[in-house]
């Protein structure tokens, strides 16, 4: 019987304490069915298209974790095939901790959160850079955007899950919200002028009362 890919994030541990917890049967289930997705679907597509924030987990080799948050334009991490993801590595503050994370320890993690719709996605994978392709570095920056990318990350997925929506905030972009507001500013702009030529249109015929 082949192993289940979520066995890459439910251990014997995590599998005891979800027994104990009393949700064991519920994965076994999934379990049954192979886990979670392992190939890059059109409907993990669609949400990289709307993402343009993710959180870049990786570990030393002697286990010690580092999080590091990465962004651009929507869309900007992309999926090159089937199990491939990558993404410009822009200019930041030079510490490079996930480059030295990523050299002695491949192992990594994508945190996706999408707080407009609430949805967020774990992916799993193997990572490493890429520093002498210019001709993939320039097709994964995203054109237009002022920033210089120092090399390219590529993420062979392993496994991916979307989680519930359960206590995730709703919180709008501010793009979004400007752009909301600015549709709203423009038609009360539009009702107030239509509003005084009727006021004024009700005043000429009192006059002529």
């Known amino acids: 019987m082949s192993t289940p890919s979520s066995d890459i994030a439910f251990s014997p541990s995590v599998k005891a304490i979800q027994e104990r917890r009393g949700s064991r049967a519920a994965y076994a289930k999934q379990e049954a069915r192979g886990g979670f997705e392992v190939a890059i679907t059109p409907d993990l597509e669609r949400f ?3 993402i343009d924030t993710a959180y870049f987990a990786t570990a030393n080799a002697a ?3 580092y999080a590091q948050h990465r962004g ?6 992309k999926a090159l095939d089937s199990r491939t993801l990558g993404f410009a590595d822009f200019a930041g503050n030079r510490q490079y901790v996930t480059l030295g994370n990523l050299a ?6 994508l945190f996706l959160m999408d707080y407009e719709n609430r949805r967020r996605v774990k992916i799993w994978g193997r990572a490493r850079t890429v520093e002498d392709d210019a001709d993939l570095i320039a097709r ?11 090399q390219a990350i590529l993420l062979t997925v392993e496994a991916w899950d979307a989680n519930c929506p359960q206590h995730i905030p ?3 972009d501010a793009e979004t919200a400007a752009a909301a507001i600015h549709r709203l500013e423009t038609l009360i702009a539009a009702l107030t002028v239509e509003n005084a ?6 005043l000429d015929q009192q006059k002529i009362r």
Request: glycine residues 14%.
């Open 48 to 50: 990289l298209g709307e």
């Open 63 to 65: 286990g010690q974790p």
């Open 72 to 77: 651009g334009p929507k869309g900007f991490i």
């Open 104 to 109: 002695e320890n491949d192992r990594a993690f």
């Open 140 to 150: 994964l920056t995203p054109k237009g955007y002022k920033a210089r990318a120092e």
């Open 170 to 172: 709703r919180k709008i």
């Open 197 to 202: 030529a009727l006021r004024d249109a009700l």
